[in-house]
């Protein structure tokens, strides 16, 4: 069936007015065309919905019963099609989704979690824990923020680089490299714990030690930084990892931090959402209020 969608505007105003020169002059249309749309409702209802009684006109029995929904929906489609208002943080209810790495989290996701319910105390965050999967979820909704350490290589996926880290190794106090100069091949000789969800035992460390002509032995994998930094704390394994999202859980475990020797690049940090959400008022003020915790991590502290 078609319908013109705009003999809504034209039956809420009507059903307002009780007149037709009173909704051709709200809706500033003339009589004559206001009298053809309500000629047309009548066609697809298949009800009169205004009747003349005497000089005036009222409305029938079903034209009373529509007439809530009628002006409810019009409402809608003015609410949907207009311009985004003002945000309202106080009165915003929605739930987002998080996914930062584990590491990011630990650091940043006490600081994010209390400044959305300080501003928004009507919005809920779910930090969700990084799957061993691609951009999918993203592109699906089914999350509006997540960290990454390289630019996305999709067209739908916004970034923006939030900060820098270094790589660094760190090792349990007492432990045999922790004693003068750490050297590449000193390090390459240690027994080594990756991180990665995939249990993956190969990493760019290793094709950093290559070029040297060096080679490393793995002996495990563990899924999330503070589980490598616990591992290291009880054993002589050696974690090597980002500093500056990792150093408050390394000082609070008491561990150890060396210099990488190795000429490795920096890790960017970049957080990501899908494009359907580049112009959406609420998840503008969630990024840029997880940009601003983040870059609090990264900024230089007075010493």
């Not at 013109?4 to 505007?9: C, E, I, Q, R, S």
């Not at 909704?141 to 190794?169: A, F, K, N």
């Not at 990665?196 to 760019?204: A, E, F, K, M, W």
């Not at 920096?266 to 899908?274: A, D, K, R």
Request: glycine content about 6%; proline content about 5%; overall charge negative.
């Amino acid at each position: 069936m078609q319908l013109d969608l705009n003999l809504l505007t034209a039956l809420d105003a009507l059903l307002e007015e009780g007149s037709v020169a009173g909704a051709a002059a709200r809706l500033h249309v003339t009589a004559p065309a206001m009298s053809r749309s309500l000629g047309r409702i009548r066609k697809a209802t298949g009800d009169q919905i205004l009747v003349r009684t005497g000089r005036s006109m009222v409305p029938t029995s079903r034209a009373l019963a529509m007439r809530a929904d009628v002006h409810a929906l019009v409402q809608q489609a003015h609410h949907l099609l207009s311009a985004q208002q003002e945000l309202d943080l106080t009165a915003l209810d929605r739930v987002f989704t998080v996914r930062w790495h584990d590491a990011l989290t630990a650091a940043c996701g006490t600081a994010l979690t209390t400044a959305v319910h300080r501003q928004a105390p009507g919005v809920r965050l779910r930090l969700s824990a990084e799957p061993g999967s691609d951009d999918a979820e993203l592109r699906r909704g089914e999350v509006d923020l997540e960290s990454s350490s390289s630019r996305p290589t999709l067209p739908d996926i916004r970034h923006r680089h939030v900060g820098t880290d270094r790589l660094v190794v760190a090792v349990r106090a007492g432990h045999p490299l922790a004693e003068g100069l750490l050297n590449p091949e000193d390090y390459a000789a240690a027994e080594h714990l990756t991180i990665s969800r995939r249990g993956s035992l190969h990493d760019p460390i290793d094709d950093a030690l290559a070029t040297h002509g060096l080679e490393r032995r793995v002996v495990a994998a563990g899924p999330t930084a503070a589980f490598a930094l616990r591992l290291a704390r009880e054993t002589d394994l050696v974690v090597t990892l980002p500093d500056t999202v990792t150093r408050g859980t390394r000082d609070r475990l008491g561990l150890l931090t060396l210099s990488l020797p190795l000429p490795v690049p920096e890790v960017s940090l970049y957080l990501l959402w899908h494009q359907r959400y580049e112009d959406d008022r609420a998840h503008i003020w969630l990024r840029d209020l997880a940009t601003e915790t983040v870059q609090a991590l990264f900024a230089p502290t007075d010493i």
